[in-house]
């Protein structure tokens, strides 16, 4: 069975500070993908980064960057220096045995908000 | 190509009656899935279709659940008898399969029940 967890259910900041969210899976898949989504106030869940099992490296897009240790079943997310736009609700999720393409497990999301 | 649409975006029915939710893919997409999402969790997978065949179904999808996706194109998602329960979010995704490297897995802004 697929589990992800997110342990921290509210966040709340204040502008320009940085903040990272965690999130911790359990899989016994070899290979899988993580996920991390963002779901603003429209409802819409908003694609942010995939990351499949072999690929360790962490990665960054401008704010935001991403932890993968396998040694630890983590994948965090950070962001930094936040921005109000960037209060919403973050899920992590995990997909594997299928691929990529294979149904997500989602964690019970992050609610971030972000002061001025 | 302007994503994935869901229609309607929200419905209020009483209890009891069946109601009929949309989903169309972005038209390349092979794949279509259905997530429902409650209050303060994350969503969770109903079912899936590759094309018109519909290939994998969650335990979740009770007897008065049924999905179609006529022609591999758009999809219903229906509920009779529609209980209190039922009261979510329902999130349509689509994706590419391309030899399980999955892209573009893609939600709609979803469609927002409640059963009274």
């Known amino acids: 069975a697929q589990k992800v967890t997110q342990a921290q259910t509210e966040i709340s900041v204040v502008e320009k500070e940085d903040v990272t969210l965690d999130c911790v899976y359990e899989?016994?898949?070899?290979?899988?993908?993580l996920f991390w989504y963002k779901q603003p106030p429209s409802g819409e869940l908003v694609f942010l980064i995939r990351?499949?099992?072999?690929?360790?490296q962490n990665e960054i897009s401008g704010r935001y960057s991403w932890n993968f240790q396998k040694s630890t079943s983590s994948f965090n997310f950070t962001i930094t220096a936040s921005q109000v736009v960037d209060s919403a609700v973050y899920f992590c999720?995990?997909?594997?045995?299928?691929?990529?393409?294979?149904?997500?497990?989602f964690g019970k999301g992050i609610t971030l908000s972000v002061r001025p | 190509d302007t994503g994935v649409s869901q229609d309607p975006r929200h419905k209020i029915t009483k209890r009891g009656q069946n109601v009929t939710f949309r989903c169309d893919p972005i038209?390349?997409?092979?794949?279509l899935y259905w997530y429902r999402q409650t209050l303060g969790q994350g969503p969770e997978f109903l079912t899936y279709?590759?094309?018109?065949?519909?290939?994998?179904k969650s335990r979740l999808l009770s007897d008065r659940f049924s999905a179609e996706r006529p022609k591999g194109s758009f999809s219903t998602l229906e509920i009779q008898r529609t209980e209190q329960g039922d009261s979510a979010m329902y999130l349509c995704?689509?994706?590419?399969?391309?030899?399980?490297?999955?892209?573009?897995?893609?939600f709609g802004s979803g469609t927002r029940l409640t059963v009274v």
């Open positions: 999720a995990l997909s594997g045995g299928g691929g990529a393409n294979s149904k997500l497990t």
């Open positions: 038209s390349e997409h092979n794949r």
């Open positions: 899989t016994r898949d070899t290979t899988y993908y």
């Open positions: 995704a689509s994706s590419l399969d391309a030899g399980g490297l999955g892209y573009g897995y893609t």
């Open positions: 279709f590759q094309n018109e065949a519909q290939l994998e």
């Open positions: 990351r499949n099992s072999f690929d360790e």
